[in-house]
């Protein structure tokens, strides 16, 4: 439906986008607005502010006075669309290309959360898109903004473009009846063209569309084939009502599946191909006799080279921070350096304080950031490839007894490398109870790698036994963390439903656009909350707290745990750098039973600072709380057991 609205630019509302019709001022200004662009025909859109009206054209912004604003006069074309289809048809990398907004793409469950808009051009016309989540169903809601919401009737649109995997069209042609039965004007794009083609599969586009009543359009989105005809097709179906689709959609699914066959069959042909060995390949990954060893080298080698790759990070941009920024740091704030405010930005080398410039963004820039960069990277390759799907079946089982589903497999996978992603790696879970679950054993189930690394350098010269006893009892408590709270909440762990997607070879410029937005995902939350929890620290040692606690912990350390009173202080310490308090152990040339109980109680106790701040923002107060609770319990449990056992 398209509807003209003419007002003057001063009558636009902030955020609408309008086309210039009528600039009815003296000639000398309309030369003026002519310059910066202020033409008829061009598109503005409205920015904040009622004086003076600031609108933005040509990708810059242009400050105009409300006298002059209100003698242009402007109008608005409502074309509002809405971008629906299944999950994993590439509907999100098409709303992307259409747009140029970054957006993530994936074939992982749970990847697009929310609605997504955008604005593009079609025939010069400007046009509103809705880009929802993947649906099976019409009926299906979806939890928005804390609130269930079925969105073909809440949200105001004027057509569909429907996306549909071409290579599985029949399963896609359900929820298009389902689209059909709205009885809006409808454009079907047939994404994955090229990949249906490979597989031998051809598609009669033409009688397709005939059949259905609307327009089809084959479409490859990771290059952009198809949009141009899409841009051609979407103005002349916006002026419709209603579709011109004649067929008639029945009730039942029986019917709806009857119909989809005889469409099949009359539109689809597929030549006998011989299976190739990537095919193979996929079925591989998903049988549990050959899956799990493809897993288990999966994830060995992803823990490898995402170490492998962040440790190769830090190393090049250590030397240049401390080289360079540093002492441009010191010599910046020297005369400020040993006064509280010189503490607080700048610390001493770690001995009492952390400073915000200096070891604050080191840990979130240098050290946390280079395996969140390595994780991430990893990440999009593997869920464009379609691999982490298949993990999550084959690890459903074994989580299900733990109160998780295969989708679990994915955020403590993260928490092998590092926490901090793996806890916004939660999200992808359905229910509160199952992101109170999975919180537990990414605290408890393995220390991330660079306490790993101090882990085994500090043992190392004691032999293998004492290394395995801990990461042993590391993976007890995680498995005991996730039977407790399986038990002691309630509510049911979800059956695992998804589609498994084909394989497909991950392109470098979907990947480098997921990675960045990412990154700046990280940037934007994780980062601020890593700050404040170390000018947190920094003022509870400032303030005198931290010697309390270390007065009132010293008894516990020495008579639950065994360890020397001297050493408490570094668990304090641990809540900031937990590989750098397992490191300082060291001196202190304690025995290798000791350095055990050490190890697996600074492991588990307490999250280090930037895992918690990040855990609050994810989880709320009151959940955090808990789980932390819970891993201090088990961390002074286990602690007291091994040290019975071994000393």
């Not at 009669?204 to 990771?222: E, N, R, Y």
């Not at 001297?566 to 937990?578: D, M, N, S, Y």
């Amino acid at each position: 439906m398209q509807t003209e609205n003419f007002r003057t630019l001063h009558q636009l509302k902030p955020g609408n986008t309008a086309q210039i019709r009528e600039i009815q001022t003296t000639p000398k200004m309309a030369e003026k607005l002519a310059a910066m662009g202020i033409v008829r025909g061009q598109f503005v859109t409205r920015q904040k502010g009622s004086s003076p009206v600031v609108i933005s054209v040509s990708g810059t912004e242009v400050a105009i006075g409300r006298e002059t604003a209100k003698k242009i006069l402007v109008t608005s074309k409502k074309n509002t669309f809405l971008l629906a289809g299944n999950p994993n048809v590439g509907k999100s990398l098409i709303f992307s290309r259409l747009t140029g907004i970054g957006i993530i793409s994936s074939n992982f469950p749970g990847t697009t959360v929310g609605l997504n808009y955008g604005q593009t051009q079609f025939d010069g016309e400007s046009y509103d898109i809705i880009d929802i989540p993947g649906l099976y169903r019409l009926e299906e809601e979806w939890l928005i903004e804390g609130k269930k919401r079925n969105l073909f009737k809440e949200l105001e649109y004027d057509f569909i473009v429907c996306v549909s995997d071409a290579s599985h069209l029949e399963r896609n042609l359900y929820f298009v009846l389902e689209i059909l039965s709205l009885r809006k004007p409808v454009i079907l794009l047939l994404n994955k063209f090229d990949e249906a083609q490979r597989k031998g599969i051809q598609i009669d586009v033409k009688a397709l569309s005939k059949m259905l009543g609307i327009p089809v359009i084959p479409t490859v989105a990771s290059t952009g084939e198809g949009l141009k005809e899409l841009a051609e097709v979407a103005p002349k179906v916006a002026e419709r009502e209603e579709t011109h689709s004649q067929l008639a959609v029945p009730e039942s699914a029986e019917e709806k599946w009857h119909i989809i066959g005889n469409i099949i069959q009359k539109v689809q042909t597929v030549k006998h191909k011989h299976p190739s060995f990537w095919e193979h390949l996929q079925g591989w990954a998903t049988t549990p006799a050959t899956g799990l060893p493809i897993a288990f080298l999966v994830l060995i080698a992803s823990f490898f080279l995402v170490r492998f790759v962040g440790e190769s990070i830090i190393d090049f941009v250590d030397p240049l921070y401390e080289n360079y920024y540093v002492p441009f740091l010191e010599n910046l704030f020297g005369p400020w350096k040993d006064n509280m405010l010189g503490m607080l930005l700048l610390g001493d080398g770690g001995e009492h304080y952390f400073g915000l410039l200096t070891d604050g963004l080191k840990l979130a820039l240098v050290e946390v950031m280079s395996y969140v960069l390595a994780f991430y990277a990893l990440l999009g390759f593997l869920g464009d490839l379609g691999y982490l799907p298949r993990l999550a079946v084959l690890l459903d089982g074994i989580l299900h007894k733990i109160g998780l589903h295969g989708y679990g497999s994915l955020p403590i996978m993260l928490g092998f490398g590092c926490k901090v992603p793996a806890v916004m790696g939660i999200r992808v879970l359905e229910t509160r109870r199952e992101r109170i679950i999975a919180l537990a054993l990414i605290l408890v189930l393995a220390p991330c790698i660079s306490q790993t690394a101090m882990i085994i350098s500090i043992l190392s010269p004691h032999g293998l036994k004492y290394m395995l006893i801990v990461f042993g009892a590391l993976f007890i408590n995680g498995i005991l963390a996730g039977t407790v709270l399986n038990k002691m909440m309630k509510g049911e762990t979800p059956e695992l439903f998804m589609e498994i997607p084909s394989w497909q070879i991950p392109q470098l410029k979907p990947l480098a656009r997921k990675l960045w937005i990412r990154m700046k995902e990280y940037l934007c939350d994780a980062l601020p909350l890593i700050l404040a929890g170390i000018l947190f620290v920094d003022l509870m040692q400032l303030s005198g707290v931290t010697d309390f606690i270390t007065k009132i912990s010293r008894l516990p350390v020495e008579k639950l745990l065994g360890l020397p009173g001297e050493t408490t202080p570094l668990l304090i310490l641990g809540f900031l750098r937990k590989d750098v308090s397992i490191a300082l152990l060291e001196p202190f040339n304690l025995p290798p039973q000791s350095l055990v109980v050490a190890c697996v109680f600074m492991a588990m106790y307490l999250p280090c600072v930037a895992t918690f701040f990040v855990m609050l923002r994810e989880s709320g107060w009151k959940d955090t709380f808990r789980v932390v609770a819970l891993t201090l319990t088990l961390a002074f449990i286990s602690a007291g057991v091994l040290r019975m056992i071994l000393m």
